[in-house]
């Protein structure tokens, strides 16, 4: 949903504003955090926070805003305070307590059953329960037990709802990371990867399309932990992770999950510096790639093969790699294409190119392909938008448009709540200190004061 159909249906929190009486929103914001540290919460609330709340625009906090709410006010609901009820925001029966419904989640799955993987809340803030469900979902052992493997002989057979269980964690898991970042997420992702193993090492597949299965999703798994590694930058975990994968893809002959090792480990070689292997780990996924048929696969590949030749300051190997990525994605998407690549579209496309055009140090050209990726890009993949943003705003301090880049940095604070990512946040602090010495320059000391302050509170 668009923030101006959002803002459409906004109906102003009258009961909200009263509550917070004569104190500036400013004041009522540090009265809130204060709040939440009285009772072990972690809330980023500041003023603007408080706005959306007396706007309308948030429906239903968080869980752990109503918390810190519920505390502020004891002996108010959430209707007392203005919100809608919960279950009524997230479309569910009232005979359906959200709290019965979690303890109905599969072991596997990083939130309850009864959602849909694909389905979106309208709002933004309510989508906290869905991480906490996945936070809360049990150890590997209780996740292995689920499936029998504490109970069962150690040569039994794995069938369908095994399978299922790994392939909708890999689904789950991607959903989580699109809506919040990795931060939080990574550490509870590496249970149900240590269970997706225990299952390859203690079972036999009943058919041999099951253990295909079972290997990719397997392995995709171990990248999407890898990614939740890479992305809050525990960039050794990530990569072992990615070389787990990529020995699952070799013993499976899975050309699909071999070129998504190749793609993910080519990424985090260019974030770790190491151009040379990003532009080889690229190549060679485009070699596992051409076996299948997905131009979309092969122009990724292409532009993280540019992402390192930029490190490397090629332009001209550069270019030729973009070149190539541009006429493969004008093909189109195809059948082919694989179901992780869902968030490869024109957006990140403009993104990746941004970031080669910095890396060649043209800060002007690559804030307008940023521009064009958060123009672009669905707000429903808030983790993304907040990333795309996060590189306007540090490529237009590099080209030297302080005010502009100040306003991106609001943009990307203003997320921060529900998306967590130590890129994103290194990004953001990158901009905050290019931007230091012009801090009288129109909204730069409002953007800097309100980082400074967004710091001290992680």
Same mark, same amino acid.
């Given at each position: 949903?668009?923030?101006?159909?959002?803002?459409?249906?906004?109906?102003?929190?009258?009961?909200?504003?009263?509550?917070?009486?004569?104190?500036? =929103?400013?004041?009522?914001?540090?009265?809130?955090?204060?709040?939440?540290?009285?009772?072990?919460?972690?809330?980023? &609330?500041?003023?603007?926070?408080?706005?959306?709340?007396?706007?309308?625009?948030?429906?239903?906090?968080?869980?752990?805003?109503?918390?810190?709410?519920?505390?502020?006010?004891?002996?108010?609901? %959430?209707?007392?305070?203005?919100?809608?009820?919960?279950? *009524?925001?997230?479309?569910?029966?009232?005979?359906?307590?959200?709290? *019965?419904?979690?303890?109905?989640?599969? =072991?596997?799955? =990083?939130?309850?059953?009864?959602?849909?993987?694909?389905?979106?809340?309208?709002?933004?803030?309510?989508?906290?329960?869905? *991480?906490?469900?996945?936070?809360?979902?049990?150890?590997?052992?209780?996740?292995?037990?689920?499936?029998?493997?504490?109970?069962?002989?150690?040569?039994?057979?794995?069938?369908?709802?095994?399978?299922? !269980?790994?392939?909708?964690?890999?689904?789950?898991?991607?959903?989580?990371?699109?809506?919040?970042?990795?931060?939080?997420?990574? *550490?509870? !992702?590496?249970?149900?990867?240590?269970?997706?193993?225990?299952? %390859?090492?203690?079972?036999?597949?009943?058919?041999?399309?099951?253990?295909?299965?079972?290997?990719?999703?397997?392995?995709?798994?171990?990248?999407?932990?890898?990614? %939740?590694?890479?992305?809050?930058?525990? &960039?050794?975990?990530?990569?072992?992770?990615?070389?787990?994968? %990529?020995?699952?893809?070799?013993?499976?002959?899975?050309?699909?999950?071999?070129?998504?090792?190749? &793609?993910?480990?080519?990424?985090?070689?260019?974030?770790?510096?190491? +151009?040379?292997?990003?532009?080889?780990?690229?190549?060679?996924?485009?070699?596992?790639?051409?076996?299948?048929?997905?131009?979309?696969?092969?122009?990724?590949?292409?532009?993280?093969?540019?992402?390192?030749?930029?490190?490397?300051?090629?332009?001209?190997?550069?270019? @030729?790699?973009?070149?190539?990525?541009?006429?493969?994605?004008?093909?189109?998407?195809?059948?082919?294409?694989?179901?992780?690549?869902?968030?490869?579209?024109?957006?990140?496309?403009?993104?990746?190119?941004? @970031? &080669?055009?910095?890396?060649?140090?043209?800060?002007?050209?690559?804030?307008? +392909?940023?521009?064009?990726?958060?123009?672009? @890009?669905?707000?429903?993949?808030?983790?993304?938008?907040?990333?795309?943003?996060?590189?306007?705003?540090?490529?237009?301090?590099?080209?030297?448009?302080?005010?502009?880049?100040?306003?991106?940095?609001?943009?990307?604070?203003?997320?921060?709540?529900?998306?967590?990512?130590?890129?994103?946040?290194?990004?953001?602090?990158?901009?905050?200190?290019?931007?230091?010495?012009?801090?009288?320059?129109?909204?730069?000391?409002?953007?800097?004061?309100?980082?400074?302050?967004?710091?001290?509170?992680?």
């Amino acid at each position: 949903m668009t923030s101006s159909s959002q803002a459409s249906r906004a109906v102003p929190n009258l009961a909200f504003r009263r509550l917070r009486g004569q104190r500036s =929103p400013g004041e009522f914001a540090a009265a809130v955090r204060k709040a939440a540290r009285e009772i072990g919460e972690q809330v980023s &609330c500041d003023a603007r926070y408080i706005g959306r709340v007396e706007a309308g625009e948030i429906r239903c906090p968080n869980y752990a805003y109503e918390r810190v709410f519920l505390h502020m006010f004891p002996g108010l609901a %959430l209707e007392d305070l203005g919100f809608t009820a919960r279950e *009524r925001v997230r479309g569910r029966g009232a005979g359906a307590p959200a709290a *019965r419904q979690l303890e109905q989640a599969h =072991p596997f799955c =990083p939130f309850d059953s009864t959602t849909p993987c694909t389905s979106f809340s309208d709002i933004d803030e309510e989508s906290d329960v869905l *991480r906490r469900a996945f936070m809360t979902s049990g150890s590997a052992t209780v996740a292995a037990v689920s499936l029998g493997l504490g109970t069962m002989p150690a040569q039994r057979r794995v069938g369908e709802a095994e399978v299922s !269980a790994v392939e909708s964690a890999v689904r789950r898991i991607r959903l989580l990371d699109d809506r919040h970042g990795a931060d939080g997420l990574y *550490r509870q !992702a590496a249970q149900p990867l240590r269970a997706a193993y225990a299952l %390859l090492d203690a079972g036999t597949a009943t058919r041999r399309s099951t253990a295909d299965r079972l290997h990719a999703g397997a392995g995709e798994l171990a990248i999407s932990v890898g990614w %939740l590694a890479h992305d809050s930058g525990r &960039c050794d975990d990530a990569r072992s992770h990615y070389a787990e994968a %990529l020995a699952t893809a070799r013993v499976a002959g899975d050309p699909a999950l071999e070129a998504h090792a190749f &793609c993910n480990t080519s990424f985090l070689a260019r974030d770790a510096g190491r +151009h040379r292997e990003a532009v080889r780990s690229a190549q060679a996924g485009q070699r596992a790639a051409h076996r299948l048929s997905s131009p979309r696969l092969l122009c990724l590949l292409a532009m993280r093969e540019a992402g390192g030749w930029a490190g490397l300051a090629d332009r001209t190997a550069c270019e @030729q790699a973009m070149a190539r990525a541009h006429t493969l994605f004008d093909r189109g998407p195809s059948d082919a294409d694989p179901e992780w690549m869902s968030f490869f579209g024109e957006p990140e496309r403009e993104a990746l190119e941004a @970031q &080669c055009w910095a890396a060649l140090g043209e800060w002007a050209r690559a804030a307008r +392909h940023a521009r064009r990726a958060t123009v672009l @890009q669905d707000h429903r993949f808030t983790r993304n938008l907040a990333l795309y943003r996060a590189e306007l705003a540090m490529d237009l301090a590099h080209a030297g448009a302080p005010d502009e880049a100040a306003a991106a940095g609001h943009q990307v604070l203003d997320l921060l709540d529900e998306v967590q990512s130590s890129r994103i946040q290194t990004m953001l602090s990158d901009t905050a200190r290019v931007l230091l010495p012009q801090r009288r320059t129109g909204g730069v000391s409002g953007f800097l004061d309100r980082h400074a302050g967004a710091l001290r509170r992680t």
